[in-house]
């Protein structure tokens, strides 16, 4: 799988638990907060739909490697390709 | 039944609801608990004579617009994944505070509240203006050098005693658990749900948030047992291991989140004496009238959405004298018909609905004769209290009265559980939920976010706290 794959994958999850946002134009090396009105309970939702729909665990010390798309595409690429 | 789960969650009100939302979304095998047969809680409705009544919901506080950032509101749908149409939110039309000689109407525009008090209180309004401001910033939850006396904060900004006490009643009554005065950061959330948020209702009520909350726990495989109320919390090193339910059956749990009030959780723990937390209950219980009629409230002449009233000369806040069963002087007067429902849209029949502050030990104490003879005294006396205060009626209230009804703290206290019928709860909040047990936590009222809203926002900021985030 590709970062760009991981980073769609990403949008698509961020569509589904936030679907008054606005993920058309994002800027991959901006914060997503910075973007849009997400807080930490929205991460915590993101952590929790990569887990149930991929299986993929985040540890609660890596949430600020999910701060950008860019750092989420570096940070969880390797992840969905170990599986 | 099944007999583990990973989480229990004590009661079936908007928090445990709302708790059990976000576990079940997580994929967490979750049940909730609930003693009586409806859900809802302190927000519940009942039927009478094929008559829906709702209790609780004179207004839903927080309104605002769909899409409005950052509000209690738009994070809560957010994090329910529940859609803000299927609230049917329909915005309140217009409310004030009564008070002798002073009257200031607000609605869910603030800028109308902050014009009222400028004509009335003209050398009130920059001082005012400097507390709004400073509500509107304040983290709630972090005040630092501001004092946690709201009483003491609000007097920084606003000398004329009239003016303070007309902008605690309103703040007060819908949930304040301490008498005479509250916390600031508390203060400063319901001003915020009340003035700069607003008021709304869905048409059918209370109902319509329930159903959407048990539809949205079921589809997600949560389970939720009726009747099935909880005698004992049993502990093993400092850990809640089982619930005893009052048939006897047990159900342990990897984490236990209760609903039941700080004190009455407490209670239910079989390593804590019968009297825990003593010094931590609720004082404040209420009595409600509910009125019904063959006319709409605007064919009366009355387009209030919401009245907070007080005809003595200073606000008393506190609990009713021994001797007493309700004080009549203050209280909160709401027509649900009052709403902008939309061309088409109202409900069938008129609604009064008339809140005061109740005696709940005095009521307790009167034997069935007395008791009923006594919500007929204090019905009349309420209804005698409200007409006073409300625009001459146009047509003869005697003559399109069709049902009423009227319930208190005794009414309170049995479909709660809430000691002392504490419709707010123990004084003393728990703001991170945590009790004397490692995995047994506290949301909803107690844990001291208040109305329907902020009872939902408890339910799943704990979830979220100590559950999904492992504590």
Not at chain 1, 17 to 31: F, R
Not at chain 2, 320 to 338: A, K, Y
């Amino acid at each position: 799988m590709t970062e760009d794959q991981v980073k769609q994958i990403v949008i698509d999850i961020i569509n589904e638990i936030a679907p008054d946002e606005d993920t058309t134009d994002l800027k991959p090396e901006v914060n997503l907060r910075d973007q849009m009105d997400l807080d930490s309970m929205d991460f915590l939702d993101i952590v929790m739909e990569l887990r149930k729909q991929h299986g993929i665990e985040v540890p609660e010390e890596d949430y600020p490697q999910l701060a950008s798309l860019d750092s989420c595409g570096a940070y969880l690429t390797p992840m969905f390709n170990a599986k | 039944m099944k007999q583990h789960y990973e989480t229990v969650i004590i009661g079936a009100g908007m928090a445990g609801l709302a708790a059990g939302i976000r576990l079940a979304l997580a994929g967490k095998e979750v049940i909730i608990l609930e003693r009586h047969n409806a859900s809802g809680g302190l927000n519940s409705f009942y039927s009478q004579d094929g008559r829906k009544f709702d209790v609780g919901l004179h207004a839903m506080t927080n309104y605002v617009p769909k899409g409005t950032k950052g509000t209690p509101l738009t994070k809560l749908l957010r994090q329910l994944r529940i859609p803000y149409e299927a609230l049917d939110l329909c915005p309140q039309n217009s409310s004030r505070i009564h008070f002798p000689g002073c009257q200031l109407r607000f609605n869910n525009d603030f800028a109308l509240f902050e014009s009222e008090i400028a004509a009335a209180f003209p050398k009130q309004i920059d001082g005012f203006r400097a507390l709004a401001e400073e509500v509107r910033t304040l983290d709630a939850f972090n005040l630092g050098a501001i004092p946690s006396s709201a009483r003491a904060a609000v007097q920084r900004h606003i000398t004329d005693p009239l003016l303070e006490d007309m902008l605690f009643c309103p703040v007060m009554y819908y949930g304040s658990a301490q008498e005479h005065d509250m916390d600031y950061g508390q203060f400063a959330i319901m001003f915020r749900s009340l003035f700069f948020e607003g008021f709304a209702r869905p048409l059918d009520g209370v109902r319509v948030i329930i159903k959407l909350l048990q539809d949205k726990y079921r589809s997600l495989g949560g389970v939720r047992k009726m009747k099935c109320g909880i005698r004992q919390i049993q502990s093993q090193d400092g850990k809640a291991s089982a619930v005893v339910l009052d048939n006897g059956s047990v159900i342990t749990a990897d984490t236990i989140l209760s609903t039941a009030g700080a004190v009455e959780t407490a209670r239910l723990c079989t390593d804590q004496p019968a009297d825990a937390g003593a010094d931590n209950i609720g004082q404040l219980s209420f009595t409600e009238t509910i009125t019904v009629f063959d006319k709409q409230p605007a064919d009366f002449g009355w387009d209030d959405t919401i009245i907070f009233f007080n005809t003595a000369e200073r606000f008393r806040y506190a609990r009713v004298e021994p001797d007493r069963l309700v004080d009549p002087t203050s209280g909160v007067i709401c027509f649900p018909n009052n709403y902008q429902y939309g061309e088409g849209r109202q409900l069938e029949e008129g609604f009064l609905r008339v809140t005061a502050m109740a005696n709940h030990d005095a009521w307790c104490a009167l034997d069935e004769d007395t008791y009923r003879a006594q919500k007929t005294h204090w019905y009349d006396k309420l209804q005698q209290v409200t007409l006073g205060l409300l625009p001459e009626a146009k047509l003869k209230l005697d003559t399109h009265r069709i049902a009423s009804d009227m319930f208190t703290p005794r009414t309170v206290r049995k479909y709660t559980g809430h000691l002392n019928g504490a419709i707010y709860g123990a004084p003393g909040k728990i703001k991170d939920g945590r009790t004397h047990l490692d995995n047994l936590f506290l949301a909803g009222t107690d844990q001291g976010f208040l109305g329907i809203v902020g009872a939902m926002l408890s339910g799943i900021s704990m979830a979220n706290l100590h559950v999904l985030q492992g504590g």
